[in-house]
């Protein structure tokens, strides 16, 4: 396993204990794992989405995954607490869902970018805000189609 995999993992173990602490209520908090791509796609996103519903039965939340960018409205993100960017790549939301996701986040919620969520949406100033740095690899991953 790769070193920013082993990481992310780390990442998405720490929310899911900061979720399990917080959840007083009987039924379990639930993530959305968003696997939207709209440039390369990695053929490990299954294994991914594995990974982390793995982790929510361990830790006592409950995953939903999609990649449908439907589900970026209030009331698509209103069940979750958290929300995970598996993987995604390019421009996968558009100003509606933007603006949902950022009114999501604006108001508490939890949001992971797992390695290629730094390679999406890149004309979107916000989102890079809040994801910190872009993939500096883009034109290698994107010429040579192998995600380094």
């Known amino acids: 396993m790769r070193p920013t995999h082993r990481l992310a993992l780390l990442v998405l173990g720490l929310l899911a204990a900061a979720i399990a602490a917080s959840a007083a209520s009987a039924a379990n908090p639930r993530v959305?794992?968003?696997?939207?791509?709209?440039?390369?796609?990695?053929?490990?996103?299954?294994?991914?989405?594995?990974?982390?519903r793995e982790l929510g039965t361990r830790n006592g939340f409950d995953v939903d995954a999609t990649e449908n960018d439907s589900a970026f409205t209030a009331a698509g993100l209103a069940p979750y607490e958290a929300v995970v960017f598996l993987l995604t790549t390019g421009d996968v939301l558009?100003?509606?869902?933007?603006?949902?996701?950022?009114?999501?986040?604006?108001?508490?919620?939890?949001y992971v970018g797992i390695h290629s969520a730094a390679d999406t949406e890149r004309d979107w100033p916000w989102y890079g805000r809040l994801v910190g740095a872009w993939s500096s690899n883009v034109t290698l991953m994107k010429s040579s189609g192998v995600c380094v």
């Open 32 to 52: 959305l794992v968003f696997t939207k791509t709209a440039g390369y796609r990695h053929a490990s996103i299954p294994a991914g989405i594995q990974a982390i």
């Open 94 to 110: 558009d100003v509606q869902e933007q603006a949902a996701f950022e009114a999501y986040i604006r108001s508490g919620h939890g």
